[in-house]
């Protein structure tokens, strides 16, 4: 049996700009426990009119067994409206996961959000 579970939601998306996580990231990472997994949803709001592209790439390891995800798509994100561009949960992931945001804007600014966790 593979070891992580992975449920995938895309909706319309979008993106941001700078080398590190800009504090008011227009596309972010946002991560919660999720029973004995964790919950990972890229999403974005901005207060001006945003558009980008948005690379999420997820690993976990469970008993042995490697699992790895790669979701991609354009964000065109409207002033004061939140929007999930992709909601995954990881499951059993007590042996270790990370996940990377890759995020260019159409300006050609650009950062990335590394959430690393493992098991303890």
């Excluded at 964790?38 to 558009?51: E, F, M, N």
């Amino acid at each position: 049996m593979f070891g992580a579970t992975i449920t995938l939601a895309l909706g319309a998306v979008l993106a941001s700009a700078a080398p590190t996580l800009p504090q008011a990231a227009p596309v972010r990472l946002v991560s919660e426990p999720s029973g004995n997994g964790v919950r990972l949803r890229v999403v974005g709001a901005s207060a001006a009119p945003y558009s980008g592209r948005f690379r999420l790439t997820v690993a976990s390891e469970a008993g042995g067994a490697g699992n790895r995800s790669v979701q991609s798509g354009t964000a065109n994100l409207r002033p004061g409206t939140e929007a999930t561009l992709v909601d995954l949960t990881l499951g059993r992931v007590s042996d270790g996961w990370s996940a990377v945001l890759e995020v260019t804007s159409s300006d050609g600014g650009s950062y990335k959000q590394v959430e690393p966790m493992s098991s303890e």
